[in-house]
């Protein structure tokens, strides 16, 4: 049977149109890659690019990809309010259908091989690649950004995977990873004070005490005048979806201040989805059998 993976990579460049045209323009009508989202972001000066496919063929289209990126993004000038180490920031490969974890793991070493050699980018293996503890959270890797990580690159604990230990002059350093499905989820509060997303963000992420399965940070979206919780769900079959929605309400009402929605960045299980609904609904002895697409 066919197998089929996930490619999530993240670019640095939410603004320039033309520019994301042409860092994508090698994942679309390509035989055996589907490109499923584009996701420019203004704010955080990002695009979130999700596509699915034959894994070598997705190998090879994000190759290309990160080539493009590399060319066309200076960090020296890039501001926003994600944070960032790389041009081509992050790419994970997540299993989806007939594949293992120990093969999206053999991608991520060959595209993080190919990635230094050809481009002379430093690369950090991390999530289920990675290759010491210390390299497990993306968080840690990142921590530094591109500003900072020719410091970084000097200490011998944080000698890349593949690579010199000097950052890419414009193109920073790259993370290569291989990891679980995870939720992108992102709750807009309706206020413009960058402290409360601070102290609910605070509240909820497990490394302050919160949920376990829930990495969170603040974010200011100047253009839409408010600030914004933003989330990554690493298990939501453990923490779902519903349950972090509420704790957010919860905590915002504590500051006054009112939730106005929410986003999810990327693809998202319709399992995570049917778990906020059963919540929501009230609805007994729902299964994933009685949604009409499962039985398709």
């Given amino acids: 049977m066919d197998q089929i993976i996930q490619c999530v990579p993240n670019f640095s ?38 596509i699915i496919g034959e894994p070598l063929k997705v190998l090879e289209a994000v190759y290309e990809a990160v080539g493009i990126a590399t060319e066309l993004i200076d960090l020296n000038i890039h501001r926003g309010e994600h944070s960032r180490m790389g041009a081509t920031d992050v ?13 999206c793991i053999e ?27 210390e390299r497990v959270n993306l968080a840690a890797v990142r921590k530094g950004q591109f500003e900072g990580m020719a410091e970084k690159l000097k200490d011998p604990q944080w000698k890349p995977d ?6 890419h002059k414009t193109a920073g350093v790259v993370g290569v990873g291989a990891r679980l ?19 609910i963000a605070k509240a909820i992420r497990h490394s302050s005490g919160g949920f376990r399965y829930i990495k969170a940070g603040p974010a200011e979206l100047k253009e839409k ?10 298990n939501y079959k453990k923490t779902p979806l519903y349950r972090v929605f509420e704790t957010v309400k919860m905590e915002a009402k504590r500051y006054g201040v009112p939730v106005l929605g929410s986003e999810i960045i990327g693809s998202v299980p319709m399992e995570a989805l049917a778990m906020s609904m059963e919540y929501y609904l009230g609805l007994d002895g729902f299964s994933m059998e009685k949604v009409l697409e499962s039985n398709l």
Avoid: H, W
Wanted: glycine share 6%; charged share 25%; proline share 6%.
């Fill in 225 to 234: 005048g408010i600030v914004q919780v933003t989330m990554n769900v690493v």
């Fill in 162 to 167: 593949f690579g010199q230990c000097i950052p």
């Fill in 13 to 50: 460049e939410g603004k320039d149109l033309e520019k994301i045209e042409k860092i994508v323009a090698p994942l679309k009508n390509r035989e055996g890659v589907k490109l499923l989202s584009v996701e420019p972001d203004k704010d955080y000066n990002r695009t979130v690019v999700n």
């Fill in 181 to 199: 499905p995870l939720v992108a989820f992102n709750i807009n509060l309706g206020t413009t004070d960058i402290n409360i997303a601070k102290n």
């Fill in 107 to 133: 991608l991520a070493i060959t595209l993080g091989k190919r990635i230094a050699d050809d481009y002379k980018i430093p690369v950090f293996l991390y999530e289920e690649a990675a290759t010491c503890k």
């Fill in 91 to 103: 790419v994970p490969f997540i299993p989806v259908k007939n594949i293992e974890m120990e093969e």
